[in-house]
């Protein structure tokens, strides 16, 4: 079910949403779960940034970046410093949005775990939606490798995977990994639609692929199988939302936001 705060769920309906946007309405609208909205502006967001999510999920899917430990990581030394635990740090001078635009122009010169694509997704969609000024702004000296070295993200985490859409994070646990390829213990992917996700490494699956491609990865003779658990995570839709300033206009399929209102404080703009 879908609440708005101040009582404009009927106008749901006059929103300008693509069919994809429609079909995740449709469905929280028939969940036993309440989801609740200050306003329209909030729900529209979400709804854009799903869509920008899964549209970056499928634009790494089609890159040329490739799967890797990190103990084996690689990344574009240019605009990217390595670190020891497999991590790539920002190098001082280079905008945020060149760094996160470049692994998907040149994935060739990238390698990296799972979860690290989830945060290179996560930043790819947050970039297209937001002003790029106010992505460089609150994004500064950006450090990927996963959602716990990444905090800025400010996932949100719950636990019932019937309660996933397109856009959250997932987690296909496979408990019996083979103990000498741990990168394996798991994948963590996006769904993409229903029955349809995306984990760097597998690539884009059915849940009966991602978890038969998991088996295939246990120790000898195990009959345990992988499985998807039921962790879901999605960014912070409303913090983001009240980053963007005034002088951006949200553009994703020809929509617009324009003319919120704004206040600073320090190096950073919030909607209010």
Request: glycine fraction near 4%; aromatic fraction near 12%; include cysteine.
């Amino acid at each position: 079910m879908i609440l708005i705060s101040n009582g404009d769920a009927e106008q749901i309906s006059k929103l300008p949403l693509s069919q994809f946007e429609k079909d995740i309405v449709q469905n929280k609208w028939k969940s036993s779960v309440v989801y609740q909205y200050d306003s329209l502006d909030a729900l529209e967001f979400e709804l854009t940034m799903r869509t920008s999510i899964v549209k970056s999920a499928n634009a790494l899917n089609s890159s040329a970046v490739t799967f890797d430990t990190f103990e084996n990581s690689r990344c574009n030394e240019r605009l990217w410093s390595r670190t020891d635990n497999g991590g790539f740090q920002l190098r001082s001078g280079v905008l945020p949005s060149d760094g996160i635009s470049d692994i998907f122009q040149n994935g060739r010169y990238y390698a990296f775990e799972c979860s690290t694509a989830i945060v290179i997704v996560l930043y790819k969609a947050i970039l297209d939606v937001i002003h790029k000024e106010t992505f460089n702004n609150y994004f500064k000296d950006l450090y990927l490798r996963d959602w716990n070295s990444d905090s800025d993200l400010r996932l949100i985490s719950t636990y019932n995977n019937q309660e996933a859409y397109p856009g959250d994070v997932l987690y296909f646990k496979n408990p019996d990994h083979d103990p000498e390829k741990p990168e394996w213990q798991g994948e963590n992917t996006f769904k993409l639609a229903d029955d349809l996700y995306y984990g760097h490494g597998i690539g884009r699956a059915t849940s009966e692929k991602m978890i038969s491609s998991l088996n295939e990865i246990r120790i000898p003779g195990s009959t345990t199988s992988a499985y998807l658990s039921e962790l879901v995570m999605h960014p912070d839709f409303e913090h983001l939302r009240k980053l963007s300033p005034r002088e951006s206009r949200l553009v994703v399929q020809n929509k617009h936001i324009e003319n919120p209102i704004v206040a600073s404080i320090g190096t950073k703009t919030y909607i209010l």
